[in-house]
Structure formats: C-alpha cells, structure tokens
C-alpha cells in the first residue's frame, strides 16, 4: 500500500494563517531584521522569499545587505544595533557567511530573545535543557508535520540521520522531550541500514541524495524527508521517494515537504519572539 503523502505547502499555510492572526492580536507590529552578506544568489533568493512571507503575514522587514568585503566588526556592530532597535524582535543572520568571517561569535552575539534562528548557545541550552527558548526553524517544522500527520511519538522507536547543530541535534532533543526513543546517527554509524530498519519515525538529514532506499524502511513508519539536493535531476531529498512511498506509512515529498514549513516557523518564531519582547517591555508596545 502506498505512504500518504504528508503536505508541507499545505501545512505551512495553515500555519501562515495562524501566524497572521496572531500577528493582528500583538500590540505593536513585529519585525524581523535580515542580514544578507555577499551576493550568494541561492542566499539572496532564500532572503527574499522571507522577506515576502513577512510581508503576507504582516511581519515588518528590515533588511541589511553588507557587501562580501565586510569585516567582522562591521558585521558584529550590525548585529549589536539590531539587538538594540526596538521595532526589531527577531533578527536572521542568512548563512553561510563568506569565508574570511568568523561564524560563531557572530551567532553568539545575537541577543537570545531575537534569535529566531535558535543558533544561539543560549537558545540550544535551554532546548538540551527542556526550557522555553527559541527552536531551530527546521526540526520545529519537522515536529509540526509529524503532529500533523497523526504520527504517535510516545514511546516510538525515532531514528534521526544527522547531527548539525541546525537540524539534526536539536531536532533529536525535541523528539527525545516528546518522548520518543531515539537514536542518532551520523557518517561514521555501522549497519546505518539495520538501524534505520527500527525506526517507526526516520527523519533524513545527511544531505545525500537518496540515502536512505525502499529496504532501510520498516513498514507503516512515518519518513521525513529534510535533504535539499541540487543536482541533474533538480531538487531531491536524502530519501528514494519513490521507491520508500511503497513501504512507508506517511512520507514527506522534496519540493513541498519540510522546506515550505522551515519557512513558516521562522514567521512563528518571530512573533513568539515579538509576544515576549512586547510583553517585557510595554514601553515598547502601542506602535502599529
Ligand atoms: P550538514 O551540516 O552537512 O550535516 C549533515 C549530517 O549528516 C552530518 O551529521 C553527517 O555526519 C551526516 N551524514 C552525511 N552523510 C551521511 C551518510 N552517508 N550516512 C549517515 N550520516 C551522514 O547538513 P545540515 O545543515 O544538517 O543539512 C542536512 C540536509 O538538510 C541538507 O541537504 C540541507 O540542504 C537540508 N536542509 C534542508 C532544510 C529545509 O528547510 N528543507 C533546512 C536545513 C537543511 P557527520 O557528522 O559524521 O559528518
């Protein structure tokens, strides 16, 4: 029997909708800043269409666009005048970031209230630690699916292909806090198929086109497809979607899978950030 098809454009609508009315309760308009350094086209093109999900939700935009040549204190100086301007609540730093820059204390100097990325070792903190922060935009996407999808977490047998600190690592936290049991692999796993083989719940995030094959899928497992591959073909996953749809219960598509959903949580993410923001600092508020 063939997997029913899990529909990100569909779900990450809804979630739009729900974001744009919630956006209509907040006191004053939220705002997320953008930092695109360089000209990266495949970058460039990812910050515009934030910009235009901003726009349908009624998230103000404020974008920055540094030339390639920029150095780290300028860019550092940038992100500290974001963390001080109030209309801003989140802020999205697009990566990755020309070679000559250093990342991570970039990342780290995002103020944790407005990193809506949830890069930050603060926010990752308070994820490993089962508190209330900010969560990457992509494992939060994937559990919206998941949840959409009906698929049972409790006690479930998870496996979870990756270990980026933007999608594999916090997504295995926030599948552990649902209570799954979960299992994490990476390049160097032996038998990846056999251990793929337990999982009523495989999230793919190697980033290897079609990885993960029709006889690495327990049957009726719920399979998420997180690989954006660009190659011949055009865009696939890490998942032979094909072929695993035969086997699987519930399967996320590439295009139209947890792509449309990482866009939709970084608009939730904002307006979370905007919510606490506003509600610290009511000063701030009655500015629409
Ligand atoms: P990454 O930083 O390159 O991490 C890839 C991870 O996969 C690493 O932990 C690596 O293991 C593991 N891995 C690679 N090949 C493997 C293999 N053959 N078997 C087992 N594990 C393997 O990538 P990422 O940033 O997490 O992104 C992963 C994929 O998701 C990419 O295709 C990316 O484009 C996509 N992505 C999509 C979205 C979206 O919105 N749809 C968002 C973010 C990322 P080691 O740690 O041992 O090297």
């Known amino acids: 029997m063939s997997a029913s098809i899990i529909d990100g454009k569909a779900v990450a609508a809804r979630m739009r909708r729900r974001v744009a009315a919630e956006v209509e309760t907040l006191p ?15 970058s460039a093109t990812y910050v515009r269409m934030k910009r235009e999900d901003c726009a ?12 390639a040549d920029v150095s ?37 100097a995002i ?15 308070l994820l490993f630690q089962g508190r209330e922060g900010l969560v990457p935009c992509t494992p939060a996407g994937v559990m919206e699916l998941l949840a959409d999808a009906g698929a049972e977490l409790e006690g479930a047998r998870a496996v979870v292909l990756g270990r980026s600190i933007l999608v594999g690592k916090p997504l295995a936290q926030l599948l552990l806090a649902a209570n799954a049991t979960v299992t994490h692999c990476h390049s160097r796993t032996r038998d990846l198929p056999a251990v793929c083989r337990q999982a009523d719940v495989l999230v793919a995030a190697a980033g290897s086109p ?54 939709a949580m970084l608009l939730s993410n904002t307006v979370l950030a905007a919510r606490r923001q506003l509600e610290a600092h009511p000063r701030a508020a009655g500015r629409r």
């Open 56 to 67: 349908e939700v009624g998230i103000e935009s404020f974008h920055h666009a540094p030339g």
């Open 210 to 263: 079609h990885l993960v094959t029709a006889d690495m899928v327990r049957e009726g497992a719920v399979v998420i497809d997180v690989g954006t591959n660009r190659g011949e073909d055009g865009l696939v996953g890490d998942v032979d979607f094909e072929a695993v749809k035969e086997i699987a219960g519930a399967i996320t598509p590439v295009p139209g899978g947890v792509g449309p959903m990482t866009r």
């Open 72 to 108: 780290q204190d300028e860019l550092a100086g940038l992100i500290g005048a974001l963390n001080a301007d109030e209309r801003v609540h989140g802020i999205l730093l697009q990566l990755p970031l020309p070679g000559h820059l250093d990342q991570d204390p970039l990342i780290s």
């Open 28 to 42: 004053a308009r939220p705002g997320l800043a953008t930092v695109l350094v360089g000209d990266d086209p495949a």
């Open 111 to 125: 103020d944790a209230s407005k990193d809506v990325d949830g890069l930050t070792p603060s926010n990752a903190g």
